[in-house]
């Protein structure tokens, strides 16, 4: 399955954003999916992760209650809801898919990356 992130850009602190992730190539409702960012000079971080029929979502605790994760599996997409942005949100911001039965915060279970889409916050 191909990835594809997208809606990022630059936003001032206490804004929103809202990033899609289109798939293609696959079932999309054989994945489960998440979201993963990585900051300059950090480490990759998992954000949240939904899944494979929407049942089940899982937001980092730095993210809860601002996030939320949602998919359309006619559409083949999922959305990342932003709002009350920080500057400290500022990062590229990966999707990826997963075909095992678990969700999980893991990077490393996750077997399909799109290319990651910048998000800027401003103080």
């Known amino acids: 399955v191909q990835l594809q992130a997208s809606g990022g850009g630059l936003v001032q602190a206490g804004g929103s954003l809202r990033l899609l992730c289109a798939a293609s190539?696959?079932?999309?409702?054989?994945?489960?999916v998440a979201w993963f960012r990585q900051a300059p000079g950090k480490e990759r971080e998992f954000v949240a992760y939904i899944g494979k029929r929407g049942v089940g979502t899982y937001l980092a605790d730095v993210v809860k209650g601002r996030f939320a994760i949602s998919r359309d599996n006619v559409k083949n997409t999922v959305a990342l809801e932003m709002y009350s942005l920080k500057p400290e949100d500022t990062a590229v911001y990966y999707c990826a898919a997963g075909s095992g039965a678990r969700n999980t915060t893991q990077s490393g279970t996750y077997d399909y990356w799109g290319r990651g889409t910048l998000v800027t916050i401003s103080s």
């Open positions: 190539g696959g079932t999309f409702s054989n994945y489960r």
